[in-house]
């Protein structure tokens, strides 16, 4: 939802008679670097509607952390183009980025308004309730995990899903929407916020498979052991070299293959969320799109009609359930950036367990999710011995 | 969409007066073996038509090709329950043990109406134009590759997406539905139809990063050398002699790693689709859902109304595009049976393309799909230098 942000973002400043003109900086901070602007001042209305539901950032993204030359090159390009109000969209890297270029602007004397607009799927910004893009990825992981829990069901054994999330597990915990009844799977959900011991998970995973006949497992490809490292990253089976955590197969197939040595002829499959939990076309949160859009919106009533020069916008909600009211509130961005917000101790049960008061929370997020259906199932009498 | 022809079934036996009661096995054939059947005589509707939008099968699933003894035994199951017609819901597999029963109830004088009814997503059975569940599975992949082209856009590099496909690439060239620009990806697209030689890959994915800046490939899970030797190998294989492929990241992987080869610092990544693509709850095709219910009444009608005591029930196209319309004829179960449908040669350019006739093909069979949409693009000039 990325783009509900920037598009929320271009129609306030078309709406305010302080802003001039709207640049859109390609590749963000690269782009300023390098003096590389759309300008956005004429986009038309049917246009930006397509663009806020085409997935990942329309003006292409980076991962780049500026250099204090890098800083005073943007302060240079600002000025140059005279641009007073600037906005920041993405998570804590991208409030380092706003954060680093803030304080030089301060120290500088050069006057603009900078904020910092929230949006990652891993939901793991300081001071927000939640984040845009969180309730999008949390709602493909439930959907996923519906479907995956009928296929386990329907062919049983012991599945590994891996799910986003390297420092925080807010994305594998939504895996918890999934389970509507007792038998329902993900019967065992390992986030990062826990040390993962492949013994007890090895036990963990046969006591499961006991009770339900089969076993589907939600995992967050950021779990690590005692001493931190990550269990992807185990020399063991990193078998093709890689390092990342995304775009790799290495932690589901690593797990599977321990799983494997349970027993002889068990049926053991690992899938990888990797990108599609972030990008996939489609699959959306109503309310996701609606904060996203309006914590643009926000951003642009905050720098032109605040007193706050600089801040980052936050979500609060008002009242409880799947009818709460957001509120739009400004943090400074230094209580954003760089740092991550864990899952909350209170969701988590043990060592593989999200407890169902998370529901309370993630629920309205990811908005109103279909049904699986049972048929009634009354057993014919056998007539044979 | 295996439920909607469940569904259809149960639907039209309870409208036909030639029949006086529905049973469903529990596992398939398994089922049979073990007397453990449902009585689905008196499902009520509601609760139907919130089965039929269930992914997976209700009645859960077996790979078991059954022996002559195991086919005695149905028999006699059939006779203390009085069962005169069967229907088998399933692939080329499921066309198999359709056949082997058949023949033994044939040589026993057993007097039965025995049918194949076709669901499978990797649409590669004999004499239909298309298979049930197919349209349903190429749409998560066309999905899935539009969300991923703009992710692979938007932060650059080189990404290849496993998608299923053993011995037929149907579902891996649904992925050309992503690409509606020339600059679209999937820039590279590989099917088992073709032998795959890793250095004209490498060649392959060179040429496309220079040309385009970032290469985005479908390959399919099936692909091999000429030797026909899988490039991702396991040793894992099930009653039908088939290899386990899907439910690992091994050929992504694999495929990485060669391709981290061309050059320090490329950003290589690979999502494997897995079991995502055929059980994700939600993304399915209307007009899929609505041809796989009616496959399920065509069988019943067949069976009842129909002069033929067995067969496998095909869906031929009347007219062309979006709005053809579908005609349900029976098959020999013997033209059905193990065998494979391919790609056929003339939807394949190249080692690497699907041409565009192809969607003539499989848009219909998809669906109506999102649209991406870029901002208009106006480049502000520079000021600096």
Chains 1, 2 share one sequence.
Request: charged share 25%.
């Amino acid at each position: 939802v990325i783009n509900q942000s920037l598009v929320g973002l271009i129609e306030a400043c078309m709406a305010s008679d302080r802003v001039e003109g709207i640049y859109g900086a390609h590749r963000g901070i690269q782009g300023i670097l390098d003096e590389d602007f759309y300008d956005l001042s004429n986009e038309l209305p049917e246009n930006l509607e397509g663009v806020a539901v085409t997935p990942c950032a329309a003006l292409r993204s980076i991962r780049k952390k500026p250099t204090h030359d890098d800083c005073e090159r943007v302060l240079e390009v600002f000025q140059a183009h005279n641009v007073r109000y600037f906005f920041y969209i993405g998570g804590n890297d991208s409030a380092e980025t706003a954060l680093i270029l803030n304080k030089v602007a301060v120290a500088e004397g050069y006057d603009i308004r900078l904020f910092h607009v929230p949006k990652t799927v891993d939901n793991d910004l300081l001071v927000t309730d939640h984040c845009p893009g969180y309730g999008s990825a949390a709602r493909f992981v439930a959907l996923a995990l519906m479907g995956d829990n009928e296929d386990n069901r329907s062919l049983p054994g012991i599945k590994v899903d891996v799910i986003m999330g390297r420092d925080a597990g807010w994305l594998t915990a939504a895996s918890r929407l999934a389970r509507t009844r007792e038998e329902d799977g993900p019967h065992l959900i390992y986030v990062p916020e826990r040390v993962f011991d492949m013994d007890s998970f090895l036990g963990d995973v046969e006591d499961a498979y006991k009770k339900y006949g089969r076993c589907l497992i939600a995992v967050s490809e950021g779990i690590h052991d005692a001493q931190g490292q990550l269990i992807a990253k185990s020399k063991e089976t990193d078998a093709f070299g890689n390092q990342q955590l995304s775009g790799s197969g290495a932690l589901g197939d690593q797990l599977v293959s321990q799983i494997k040595k349970l027993g002889d002829g068990l049926r053991v499959r690992a899938d990888t969320f990797g990108y599609l939990q972030r990008s996939f076309f489609g699959i959306v949160s109503k309310l996701d799109c609606e904060e996203a859009r309006e914590v643009g919106h926000a951003a642009v009533r905050f720098a032109t009609e605040g007193d706050a020069p600089h801040g980052s916008v936050v979500i609060q909600r008002d009242g409880e359930g799947m009818n709460y009211t957001p509120r739009y509130e400004l943090a400074a961005i230094h209580e954003v950036a760089r740092n991550t917000k864990v899952l909350e101790e209170r969701y988590i049960v043990g060592d593989n367990g999200i407890c169902e008061s998370f529901l309370d929370y993630v629920a309205p997020l990811v908005g109103e999710l279909p049904h699986s259906t049972r048929l009634s199932a009354v057993r014919v009498p056998k007539k044979l011995e």
